[in-house]
Every structure is written in C-alpha cells, then in structure tokens.
C-alpha cells in the first residue's frame, strides 16, 4: 500500500464541521474562522532525516527546507502564511548548537515571509531528527485556488525548472508565494497546485480532483540544470526529461488558466519575474488521463508520478 | 542539557507578528486573527513509539492519546477545540490495518468534541510511529486563562486524582474540557495548566510564569489508586506521595483562585461534577520556591517534576 492508498482509506471517514470549507485532499485544509473577508489555511508538514534530509546536511537548511514545504502549500492556495508552530523529535544524544543552528534557518525564513513562530514542541525520536511544521494562513474569501477547478481548454503553465532537485534545490528552493499571489490578483487561476511529488504525479492530483485529462507537448517542459548533469554523470539512470515529469521535490507552482489568457500572462509575467521562466506546457482535455505529443504524434503518459511514501 | 534548558534557548529568538497575543511558554499560543469577540488557540504535540506508547499499545488508544494530549492543552487556556491536522510517520512495513485504528481512536475523540480533523500529512518514520497533531481552537477575548495569572493568597486546586498514570490512564485520560469552561465561567481562575510533567514540575511552571511560590498541605494531595497499587508491587521504587507529586501525564487541571472564592468553588465543583475529585492542595505565596507543610512543619519541596524530554 503506498501513501496515496492509505491515506485514500484514512480520509474516508474522518469527523469534520462548520469550520472547515476544504478538507483533506487539497494543498491546505481551508477554515472558515468567522471572518467576514478571509479563510484561514491550515497545513502540516514533515521532515525526516534519511528521508527529506541526510545527517550531514547543513542545519540551516534542515530548518529552512521543514518550513518552505508548507509555505509552498500556502503558495499553492495563493494564501499569505501568519504562524507557524514546531513540532522537533530529537535522539538522545542531540548537539544543542546544531537544533539551534536547525531553528536559525527556519527563523530566517519566517522572517523573510513576515510568519511568526508562536512556539510548538520539542520530543524524543530516538533515531533521527523528526520536523513537523504546522503552518496558519490567509486567503480572501473566495479567493483561494483549488487542485479542482481546472476546465477543458485551460492552458497549464509551471513555474521554473524541473528534475534533480535532490542535487541541492530541494534544501534551497524559493516557495512562490509572491508568484502566486500575483497570479490570483491579475488572473482567473483555475486550478493550482505545488510540485512536490513531481510534475506528472501532481498533474494527476490537479486532473483528479478537476476530472479532466491534459495533452503536454514535449518540447515545452523546462528541463532543469541539474536534471540534466545528473543524467549525464549516471548514464543508466532516468534521461531528463523522464526525471523532470518524475523527480518529486521541484516546488514549483503547476497552475491552469483559460486558453485565451495564456498570451496575456506569459508577456505580464516577463515582466513582473523577468529572472523566474514560466512555461505554458500544455492544455487541460476533457478526457481524462495525460498524453504527451511529440513531432511523432501524442501517446499516453504512463511513466507516473514518483510515489514517495513523503 | 534538558528538554526545558533546549526549549529556553529555542525560544529566546523566534520571530514574531501582530497576530501572536501570547508566543511559547504556555499551554497554547493565543492568536488574534482579528475575529471581534474571539482569540484563537493554537497547539502541536506529538507522541512517540517507545516514548509514549509501546509497539504492542492498542491502535485506538495510540489515536485516541495523540488527540487527547491536545484537547488537554485547549482545555488549560479554558478553550474550545474545533479543528485537527494529523502528521503521521509509518515505518515502511506499516500495517494499514493498525493505522487505521489509530485513526479510529482519534476520529471518535475527535467527534465526541465536536473536533474537525481536516487532514494532514502521511511521511515515513522508518524506526517507528510518530504522531504529531496540530489543533486548533477559540476562547473568548480576554477570556483565554494563563500560567502567568497566579497571585499571593490565591487557593491552588487540583482535579482528579495523581500518579501511577503510566499504569494505564495515560492512554484513557479524559481531557478536562467542559471543566475548564465551566470554571472560566463560574469562577475567577486566576491561572491554569495541564499537568503534563508531574504536579511538581508543572506547578512550577505556573508560579515561574506567575513569579511567586506555593506552600502546599502535604495530606491534601490526592493521590491515585493506581500510584498506591504501583507502590506495592514495587516498593523500591518511588513512594506513593513523591509519584503523585512527579509522575508524569496526569493530564488533569492545576489553577489557582482567588483564596476567598475557595469554599465556594469546591461546593459548586461538587454539585456540577460530583464524580470528578476536586482537592485544594495549598496556597499561593509571595516567596518564590515551593514548601509542603506536613503536621512537622514545612519543607522546601527538593523533588523535582520528573524532567521528561517529550
């Protein structure tokens, strides 16, 4: 049983009430708080050392990256993050200058982003660092983007490149909260969702939850740097453009906008992020599934997502 | 160093914004979230495999534990929980079975409470199962109760009955919800906590919070059966009393009124709750440091709470 079946079987009959407008299934839960103009976004979200981090990777970053995966999922509402509480399971033996130096980067990165950090808990995991952020938000009321919303005809667009992030990106990357706010302000969004699980698994998730399908052309998705060395430096491994519909850990934003605003978009958004590339990869079928053309023709995606148990 | 010396340097440098009312170092953060007539509560914990509970724990009690540790939080501000997000880490050979009993504890506590628990996170854990909750929950403005209340001359009143928890209340406990409402309505509780560490270490967490000392009425203590029971089947182990004042996860309610409302309070307590013990334990002094007062004499209290890292 992966992740993905087992938390279809968990979700099925959890206890919900008034407040909640979005339950499990989208990048945030979504709470209506009583406030006459906004939502509330609710998220959780883990790191693992041997999972997410390696014991020798620097603490600064263990910290950074354990609060930038969920202000992605912020990001990926088009929500502004407020608070945030950790949750730091520690072996016996833990270097105090290390947690330290853990929490010295996950500070900064708050900071950056205005979120205070209003406390959490410290515990014992015996074997290895365990960081679970919970994360509040705000968007307008009205105003949050779902994985559901995408229509037929919608062009997909994704932020950045893609693949190898485990080269590094993945302890260092940008959560688009700006971009995405941006996005909602001057656009009908229709559906967005971040890529942590990789490009063609999350594109399921956001087809999913919309039921629809998506034709991507070939030539149109940002192979990333580090895809591309990987691939070189380990022959028999994955070629990159497998590795950037595949690799999870991109965290960039995959979102779909009606076909006629696709035009209008790509020039605005030149010029508001000249330094960050946005690409229109595609566009949302009425059929369900993904299939990927070529100059050869169009055939089916079956390479899926890479379904990490994370 | 200790889980209390680890969480002091943690928190000296977190950032802050202008929702956060009341930051770590109480039972809950207290959130303004700009709801006229309501601050919010907000708090993570989570429990371990081989910590909190045995490998062979029944699933449902596992569940039900991470919740209640939570609720038992809300319910020291005198608070009411509303909405849950669950972070679980599985090992790799998890048995979807198990968890899903977990889940089964936790949803009916959950729903007995009138809780949401709208979603959450699956990771991997590879040692062990790790279950960090986040909660969610309101108290009226002005009306949120905290450590720092405590005043000279104030009564300190505890609930139920201490020690001996780990002989099985620690999986069954009842988080003291609609007690802690009903004081915050009926009484002016000048201070509350949850006793998580051990009636000793907690109360000293209230009066470092609240800068006095207590005297406490050694006879007065109410201590558990299962403490007494404990006792007798290991008899060089802690006596009776001393579990009662540092075994940990009583979960039960320590707060302090004001010493003229005493007798009132304990007549009232037993009309509403005539199940649930209601003991005055001792007083609130201006001198810092805790003594217990027995036929003798009183004694500077040396035991500490049990300085557990979780």
């Given at each position: 049983?992966n992740e993905f079946e087992?938390?279809?079987?968990?979700?099925?009959?959890?206890?919900?009430?008034?407040?909640?407008?979005?339950?499990?299934?989208?990048?945030?839960?979504?709470?209506?708080?009583?406030?006459?103009?906004?939502?509330?976004?609710?998220?959780?979200?883990?790191?693992?050392?041997?999972?997410?981090?390696?014991?020798?990777?620097?603490?600064?970053?263990?910290?950074?990256?354990?609060?930038?995966?969920?202000?992605?999922?912020?990001?990926?509402?088009?929500?502004?993050?407020?608070?945030?509480?950790?949750?730091?399971?520690?072996?016996?033996?833990?270097?105090?200058?290390?947690?330290?130096?853990?929490?010295?980067?996950?500070?900064?990165?708050?900071?950056?982003?205005?979120?205070?950090?209003?406390?959490?808990?410290?515990?014992?995991?015996?074997?290895?660092?365990?960081?679970?952020?919970?994360?509040?938000?705000?968007?307008?009321?009205?105003?949050?983007?779902?994985?559901?919303?995408?229509?037929?005809?919608?062009?997909?667009?994704?932020?950045?490149?893609?693949?190898?992030?485990?080269?590094?990106?993945?302890?260092?990357?940008?959560?688009?909260?700006?971009?995405?706010?941006?996005?909602?302000?001057?656009?009908?969004?229709?559906?967005?969702?971040?890529?942590?699980d990789g490009l063609a698994g999350d594109l399921r998730h956001?087809l999913k939850?919309?039921?629809?399908?998506?034709?991507?052309?070939?030539?149109?998705?940002?192979?990333?740097?580090?895809?591309?060395?990987?691939?070189?430096?380990?022959?028999?491994?994955k070629?990159?453009?497998i590795a950037?519909l595949t690799d999870g850990?991109?965290?960039?934003?995959?979102?779909?906008?009606?076909?006629?605003?696709?035009?209008?978009?790509?020039?605005?958004?030149?010029?508001?992020?000249?330094?960050?590339?946005?690409?229109?990869?595609?566009?949302?079928?009425?059929?369900?599934g993904i299939?990927i053309?070529?100059?050869?023709?169009?055939?089916p995606l079956t390479a899926n997502g890479y379904v990490h148990?994370?």
């Open positions: 049983m087992l938390i279809a079987r968990l979700t099925k009959s959890l206890p919900t009430n008034q407040n909640v407008v979005t339950g499990a299934g989208d990048d945030c839960a979504v709470l209506d708080l009583g406030v006459p103009d906004k939502l509330f976004l609710f998220k959780t979200d883990a790191v693992v050392e041997g999972i997410h981090f390696k014991k020798n990777s620097p603490p600064e970053k263990i910290g950074r990256k354990a609060l930038a995966r969920c202000l992605s999922d912020i990001a990926a509402m088009a929500g502004t993050p407020t608070t945030a509480l950790v949750t730091i399971g520690l072996p016996e033996n833990f270097k105090p200058g290390f947690v330290e130096k853990i929490y010295g980067g996950m500070n900064a990165l708050a900071q950056k982003h205005g979120v205070a950090i209003a406390g959490g808990e410290t515990t014992t995991n015996p074997d290895r660092i365990f960081i679970s952020i919970a994360l509040l938000g705000t968007v307008g009321r009205e105003k949050q983007i779902l994985r559901s919303g995408a229509k037929a005809g919608d062009a997909i667009f994704v932020t950045g490149e893609l693949g190898g992030s485990l080269a590094g990106k993945h302890l260092e990357f940008e959560p688009r909260l700006h971009e995405a706010r941006w996005l909602a302000e001057n656009f009908s969004i229709h559906a967005m969702i971040d890529l942590s956001l939850s919309s039921r629809v399908g998506a034709e991507l052309l070939k030539s149109t998705i940002p192979i990333s740097r580090a895809a591309k060395e990987t691939a070189r430096q380990k022959p028999f491994t070629p990159p453009f950037a850990e991109d965290f960039e934003l995959l979102f779909t906008v009606p076909g006629s605003d696709a035009v209008k978009l790509l020039d605005a958004w030149k010029k508001q992020f000249p330094k960050l590339r946005l690409r229109c990869i595609g566009k949302i079928t009425a059929d369900e299939t053309r070529n100059k050869s023709g169009a055939q148990f994370a």
